[in-house]
């Protein structure tokens, strides 16, 4: 009898595929790269964690704080002088003792630069890394981020997955990005401490991490519709239990991604927020609903945003705060009785408590070092010099136009007010009447992640109320030169190594210089002590086609006014060329920090960019600081 028709046995009986088994497998697996590449960027960042620890600024900037002892006046026990006397008595101080001992300082390198080697291989990873895709709006390192992340999760998604019948591993791998999603959206992340970045540059990870979230869901979702049609199944679609709460976690998933593109969050911002909060609130509870396997990934989400919402009630302070309107266009708000807990470059989420917009949150620059190191302190401003923070807003819609139509506005007969005799940039004095308001401060937040005071060279660029923030940059740097090499107080373990500072700023009216002459004013003259040996100029650039009246060019020292749009790349090539033609520069290293509209920060990054490695070698190496003001 012939057996050749008879079936034959497989010789493999292969382990049956079991989704929940191989499928969380996954999950942790991407968990533990993306978590190990968290980590090199940590250990990368390690030296500079340990400079910070050395000087002491990483107790810095933590919470703010009152009650503490103000700043001294430089004139202690005089009485205040007007500019042009201060401008007198700088010029004829003896500063022989001083200088003498600040050439005995060690020729040892800035300790915010890194070695020659270090700074060498930097330059070259510079010139590909910090250039700005012009449609991404991201660098070239931010791009290799997304790239990197982006490959690993569809390597865990599509390696040896039958999603043609049983596609759940792409569900694993969307509860897998909940964790990443929410860690880098927390403002009060411990990652953001670790790598040494604001939340708001780490926030580029939060968005496209979403995005990859989304991409995964619906990966998941057409994959199971399409086994329910090809066999069949498709009642199950409209009537089965957990497809209907698939659908319904879905579109809660699509509303956000969705909601949280930029036109939206750039035209509604108010609305975008208070939405996105309650999507994903119902977000995490639908995907609980969905699928019991869950409920390991939605706990660290939420243990990271109740951390986060701990550290922020913990931060936050009620305090009296007073508007002054300086034209239609911008804002200024002083908050007495603060007296330090922030650094120069951080900025606040203000609330203020006027009408209906009690519960909008702004973030707003703080233009002012703490108490203990500002200069601007030697203003008649008797609560800056008590210990206090000033902001200032710029009118760009509905909230800062009504906190300026608020603070120009007649005082009713109800309102309080302070009069306050303020000293302007000619030496007269005016009364000035503020509105006095209640306002929550959250924060502090951010700041520089370069310590410009140990750049021998500093290139500050701002454009329109990006000035903000360099402005209290600069009154840092000033600040701290004058207690160690006037007072002979050190600020920290390193020395300041800060002798060349060029301030850019654009602006689209000569009225906006006005904004700031005082502050302007003050600080150019104290960089005039030959004993600090410090030069301070100021380049500005106005972009209007217009002819500046008599008091809208105030007296700043050592000031240019160039009526034309600014370039960038010509800025930081001419101030480079400066530094090595004549030879004052060398070896010293950069610092460059560029603030204000996106365009600007990215022409900085590009400009930055172009460096030749040979100039960076030259220079000592170049730090870069960009601080975007846009949504």
Partial sequence: MSLAGAPVAPTDFGPEYDSYVTDPLFGRRFTAVYASGTLVFVAWYLPHLYR???????????????????????????????????????????????????????????????????????????????????????????????????????????????????????????????????VFASKASPVTFLLGRGYEKLNFIHKWAGRALLLTATIHGSMWIRYRIKNNEVSLLYHEEKELRGYGTYTLLCLIVLSSLKPVRRFAYDFFYALHIALVIGFLVAVNYHTPYAVPWVVPPVAFYAFDLLVRVIRMRFKDAYVEALDEQMTLIHIPDVSGGWIAGQHVRLRVFIGSRIFESHPLSICNAPPSITTLSSSNDDRIRSGGMMLAVKNCGDWSAGLNALARSELPEDWTYEPLLEEGVDGTSEEKKERRVGVMIDGPYGGSSVDFGQCENVLMISGGSGVTFTLGLLDDLVGRIVKERRNGVSGGGALMRTRRVRFVWCIKSYACILWFAKQFSTLSLLASDPSLQLQLSFKLFVTCPCTPRESEIPLIHNVEVTQTKVNIADVLSGFIDHLLLDGVGMGGGLGVTASGPESLTKAARNAVAGIRVAQVRSLGGVELHTEAYTL
């Fill in 52 to 182: 910070s620890l050395r000087t002491g600024r990483i107790w810095q900037g933590w919470a703010i704080y009152e009650n503490a002892p103000g700043y001294v006046g430089l004139e202690t026990g005089e009485e205040e002088k007007s500019p042009l006397e201060k401008e007198n008595l700088v010029s004829s101080q003896d500063a022989e003792a001083q200088s003498d001992a600040l050439s005995s300082y060690p020729p040892t390198r800035p300790s915010g630069i890194p070695p020659r080697k270090t700074a060498l291989l930097k330059a070259v990873a510079d010139r590909f890394q910090l250039r700005v895709h012009p449609k991404l709006n991201l660098d070239v390192g931010q791009i290799c981020v997304l790239i990197a992340y982006l490959t690993t999760l569809l390597v865990c998604v599509l390696y040896q997955a039958p999603l043609s019948t049983i596609p759940n591993r792409p569900a694993f791998l969307t509860l897998a990005q909940l964790p990443f999603v929410f």
